[in-house]
């Protein structure tokens, strides 16, 4: 089980700035920059839905794939083992040297391995500064700290980063020096941090979106996150600048969001987990939106009861064991702005072994983690602007 990137983000920053005021941009998620040109045809009957129908089918490729929009770019996922975490290719440095990232909605550090690094595995790919035209170096320092009792650190530098055909310039990149064991022998280079700039761990250093608003890369100041499941796709799928509505199934609800501590905070006005037959209340619950925690994290008080309710039984290290058979249990469900969202049962399990465990668990903390357990049955579209964000159910 991957740690969480946000718990140790979290553990890791003592007092938290003050956010920054949000950027003079439009706040319209919904903004579209593709205009579809309609030639007259006179002796054609008139008829407005076949019209349309007939447009939208001719222009499809641009309908449904913000791909397409001059100011979005495209990230693909991998979905690495069991939903453990998703990552994606960014390009840093001139010419570009190819890192896989994982994206990570609640931390805002973009740091990965470098050859400056003492002891980054073997197999991670090594940022070379020396070998990039575009690189400007400086005298930052970050350090993160873990959960586990372990860090991450480098020096801060600045270069070209490329985010799905997005050329960001001066981008604040931090160059590892050392860094935990867990990364060393993990799939990936290192983290991309798509939380608000006022938990960076290096002073004055703005994120990638930051950057693509102020740069005006791109016109709409959201990104759109798809997160597939192993048991289908295996794949995921950020879009900066817009979203794919081709990846969501039915209405989008718009949820206010708390980022006075850097997170894309949100509240569930109420919460019930149980079986066909009894459902437990879990009263409200306030969590954030971790793209970069595998798991549905609770605080104890509430993972107790959520455990009680599915007859998981406490491993003591934050994981439950449970029954492998779910055809017993009602969805876990979250009623957000009116709107109610579930952890269908099947999502129950996070793991299928001889036992299984669940997709929940508990970290002693103030507060919940909406991670990929939750986020791989929704798509979110993330406002930095407002902030707030746009979730439906995903498809
Ligand atoms: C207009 O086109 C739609 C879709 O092709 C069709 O269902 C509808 O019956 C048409 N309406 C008229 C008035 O012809
Ligand atoms: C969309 O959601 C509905 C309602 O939950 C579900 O029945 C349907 O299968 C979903 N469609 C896709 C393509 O996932």
């Known amino acids: 089980m991957k740690l969480s990137a946000s718990i140790f983000a979290l553990l890791a920053v003592a007092t938290f700035s003050s956010v920054d005021a949000a950027p003079a941009v439009s706040t319209d998620p919904a903004v579209k920059t593709l205009t579809i040109p309609l030639t007259g045809n006179p002796s054609y009957q008139r008829n407005a839905t076949s019209a349309v129908l007939k447009a939208r089918g001719k222009y499809n490729r641009f309908i449904n794939s913000a791909s397409t929009f001059a100011n979005t770019g495209t990230v693909p996922m991998i979905d690495y083992l069991y939903d453990v975490e998703y990552y994606g290719t960014v390009k840093v440095g001139t010419p570009a040297q190819s890192l896989k990232l994982d994206f990570d909605t609640g931390s805002a550090d973009l740091w990965f391995a470098s050859t400056l690094c003492t002891n980054c595995g073997s197999t991670q790919t090594k940022f070379d500064s020396t070998k990039s035209s575009t690189y400007v170096s400086s005298t930052k320092t970050w350090s993160i700290s873990y959960g586990d009792g372990s860090s991450a650190s480098g020096v801060v530098g600045f270069d070209t980063v490329n985010l799905g055909g997005l050329s960001i310039t001066g981008q604040g990149i931090e160059l590892a020096k050392k860094e935990a064991t867990a990364f060393q022998t993990g799939p990936i280079d290192g983290l991309l941090g798509l939380a608000f700039d006022s938990i960076i761990t290096a002073t004055g250093v703005k994120t990638p979106v930051d950057n693509l608003i102020s740069q005006g890369l791109i016109t709409s100041p959201v990104f759109g996150v798809y997160l597939g499941k192993q048991t289908t796709d295996a794949v995921g799928e950020y879009v900066f600048g817009g979203y794919n509505s081709n990846h969501i199934n039915g209405t989008l609800t ?105 997709s929940f668990a508990y970290a002693n903390l103030p507060f919940a983690i909406f991670g990929d357990a939750f986020l791989k049955s929704h798509y979110v579209i993330f406002n930095q602007a407002v902030p707030n964000v746009q979730i439906a159910l995903s498809k």
């Open 254 to 358: 718009t949820v206010p969001v708390d980022n006075s501590d850097g997170f894309w905070s949100i509240t569930a006005s109420a919460a019930t987990a149980g079986t066909t037959t009894t459902t437990t209340s879990l009263g409200a619950i306030e969590g954030i939106l971790d793209t970069g925690t595998t798991l549905m994290i609770f605080t104890n008080t509430i993972a107790t009861k959520v455990a009680k309710a599915y007859g998981a039984t406490d491993n003591y290290d934050g994981t439950y064991t449970i029954k492998c058979d779910t055809s017993s249990f009602a969805p876990l469900t979250f009623t957000i702005n009116g709107a109610k969202f579930t952890i269908p049962p099947a999502d129950l399990i996070y793991y299928r072994g001889s036992t299984c465990i669940a």
